[in-house]
């Protein structure tokens, strides 16, 4: 693990996207805030993740929240760690190719310390970038959803391992 401060707090993720990814896949917010918190939820000792859908709810309630602080976002949604996620690519197939499978997310991932001595600055960042499958894959060959389901999956193993103890798999 590169941050350790997950372990027995409350934790929130919130992703923020441009309207680009949104008009394309509006579901990915929620899917990509999923993802990472059932990963973090299933391996960080002692963490409370707050239900995604009620941290997607907050953010359509509250459109302007990338600009709130931390501590206040913290406050309302009533957690000690606030994980927000920039989703910067997020995508199914090839960019200018709709009939070549190959998904691709990318990410910078901010910690806020909410309980901290200084509650709305950042202790912890880091990008991340997967893609999935490894080879291209023919539209007819595999379904939308599988390839959706496999980048998500990566996303959360990458981004995840970074907040507890793991082994590293071999290439």
Same mark, same amino acid.
């Given at each position: ?5 997950? /372990?027995? /707090?409350?934790?929130? $993720?919130? $992703?923020? @996207?441009?309207?680009?990814?949104? #008009? ?23 963490? !409370?993740?707050? &239900?995604? !859908? ?16 931390? +501590? ?33 997310? +990318? ?6 310390? @909410? ?7 950042? $202790?912890?960042?880091?990008? +991340? ?12 060959? $595999? /379904?939308?959803?599988?390839? !959706?389901?496999?980048? #998500? &999956? ?10 507890? &103890? ?6």
């Amino acid at each position: 693990a590169e941050y350790f401060g997950l /372990q027995n /707090q409350t934790v929130a $993720v919130l $992703v923020n @996207t441009d309207r680009n990814i949104l #008009l394309r896949y509006p579901q990915a917010p929620l899917e990509v805030g999923a993802a990472l918190s059932n990963d973090l939820a299933a391996h960080v000792p002692g963490v !409370r993740m707050v &239900d995604p !859908r009620q941290c997607y709810e907050y953010q359509v309630r509250n459109i302007y929240w990338p600009t709130d602080r931390a +501590s206040n976002i913290a406050r309302q949604l009533g957690v000690t760690r606030l994980i927000i996620v920039e989703l910067n690519e997020y995508r199914t197939t090839e960019p200018g190719n709709n009939t070549i499978y190959q998904g691709q997310v +990318s990410t910078a991932v901010y910690v806020a310390e @909410t309980d901290g001595p200084n509650p709305d600055d950042f $202790v912890y960042e880091t990008i +991340s970038q997967v893609t999935y499958p490894k080879e291209p894959v023919p539209v007819p060959d $595999v /379904q939308e959803v599988t390839i !959706r389901k496999g980048m #998500l &999956d990566r996303f959360a193993a990458s981004v995840g391992r970074r907040f507890y &103890d793991h082994t590293q798999e071999r290439q």
